[in-house]
């Protein structure tokens, strides 16, 4: 995935390349705690609401619009 998306503790685990234990440490916490893993797709879905088709499309109309 995208690193650049990962904020922190707040939208999910980021595990350096390579680290196969670091990884199953991560997999294993998502398993053992719905509760983080429903705060953390919680705060993911209102987050990705500003990629939306409709947020980008006004986003880039203020850039241009402020160009002219």
Partial sequence: GNRDLIDGDRSGWLVPA????????AIVQALESRSEW???????????????????VAQLGEIYQSMM
């Fill in 18 to 25: 390579g680290d196969a234990n670091g990884l199953a440490e």
């Fill in 38 to 56: 429903e705060r953390i797709r919680d705060y993911n879905l209102e987050k990705i609401r500003n990629y939306s088709t409709d947020a980008v």
